[in-house]
C-alpha cells in the first residue's frame, strides 16, 4: 500500500482523502487537543485530533502514529462523534489509543496512518458493551500489527514500549 501526498487543510491539520479506492494509506495530521478523558476513565487513553468536516471516514481502524520523528507506535484509532455518549452528535474526532504507551503529548504534532478499517462506528447500550468492545478493537489492532510489523514488541516483553523500528 502507498502512502500519496497529502491534501492541506486549516489550522494546521492535513488529512487524505478518504480510503481511495487505489489502497492509499489516508494519513491525519493535527496537534494532540484535550478531550473529556473518558477514554482515559475507561482504561483506553487517548490522543485526540479534532476532524472538524475533514474528509476521513468514520470507523475503527488500526494505524501506526508517530509522535515523533522516528518514534511511530501501532494504535487503534477511532473516528467519529462518540455515540454512545453524545446521542445528538457531538464533534468529529479522531481519537488515537497508543498501545503501550503513556507519555503525555498534548500540544505536540501527532501524524496518524490508518491502515486497516476494523469496523464501523456504532452506539453501545451501556459503557460495560463498549469496554467490551474497545477490548476486542485492541486484541484486532494487535493481530494487525503482528501480522504487519513483526518486530512489534508483544506488551509483555519486559521493557517493552511498542515503538517500531
Known sequence: MGVQPLIKFPAARRVLAAAPADGAVPIVEGIVEHGDARGRQ???PTANLPLHDMQVRDGVWAAVAEVAPGQSLIAAVSIGRRRTFYAGGGERLLEAHLLDFDRDIYGQPLRVAL??????QRSFASVEDLTAQLR???RATRAWAAEHYPSF????TPGSRGILP
Not at 115 to 120: D, E, I, N, S
Not at 153 to 156: C, L, Q, S, V, Y
Open 153 to 156: 514488541p508483544a506488551p509483555t
Open 42 to 44: 475507561l482504561g483506553f
Open 136 to 138: 476486542r478493537d485492541v
Open 115 to 120: 491502515h486497516a478499517k476494523l469496523r464501523t
